[in-house]
């Protein structure tokens, strides 16, 4: 009898094409029965990982990148959701209930000048930061952008104002007021500098108002 020898041949290049196709990848596919759909997604972010590091990572280390990188995410986000829209990180006006009024003396009744600077002369930044607060409702009610009622919270005032370009610096003046005025925060000679510019501010952006 005589034997012959083994003469199958395989294409080495068609062999390697199969093995990088994903579609031929049965073990893994097995792999993935019974597990969570964490550990599958986790699988699948390793193997991506090593595409793109050219299998750098270890797969021990796959859970704190995704984790950290699911954090980057969403405190980009939530910043970008800040500077576009800060109205959504603050109480809505439907729930807000604020236990005071913004103030009872009437607005357009106040001698600004006057009572900034006594309260200057004085050295009262708590009184010379709020009348600046109330200064700039007046100017904002002269110039038609709210409509100014004795009664009314600082977080309703922010709601009527539909200028974008006015609501960012009235949202970080009503801030500083709140703070100063019901959150225990020391008012100083800084804070009312920069209470004032904001102030001038928004009276350049709406064209001047009460001087």
Do not use: C
Not at 48 to 72: D, K
Not at 80 to 94: C, D, V
Not at 179 to 199: C, D, H, K
């Amino acid at each position: 009898m005589i034997f012959r020898a083994d003469t199958i041949a395989y294409d080495t290049g068609k062999i390697a094409g199969y093995q990088a196709d994903s579609r031929f990848d049965y073990n893994s596919q097995l792999e993935m029965t019974g597990l969570s759909w964490f550990e599958i997604v986790s699988k699948w972010f390793n193997r991506m990982i090593n595409s793109i590091f050219s299998g750098r990572i270890e797969e021990e280390y796959t859970t704190p990148v995704m984790i950290a990188l699911f954090l980057i995410a969403l405190v980009s986000v939530l910043v970008f959701l800040y500077r576009k829209r800060p109205e959504l990180f603050m109480r809505s006006r439907k729930t807000a209930t604020l236990p005071y009024d913004t103030e009872e003396e009437n607005i357009h009744k106040i001698d600004f000048d006057r009572e900034i600077s006594g309260a200057l002369d004085s050295g009262d930044y708590r009184l010379a930061i709020r009348m600046i607060y109330l200064h700039t409702l007046r100017i904002l009610s002269d110039g038609k952008l709210i409509d100014w009622q004795i009664h009314k919270t600082p977080t309703e005032y922010f709601y009527e104002i539909k200028n974008s370009d006015v609501k960012r610096p009235f949202r970080e003046l009503t801030t500083h007021f709140l703070q100063i005025r019901y959150g225990n925060y020391a008012a100083s000679p800084e804070l009312f500098e920069t209470v004032s510019r904001i102030r001038e501010n928004i009276k350049e952006l709406i064209g001047g108002g009460d001087g």
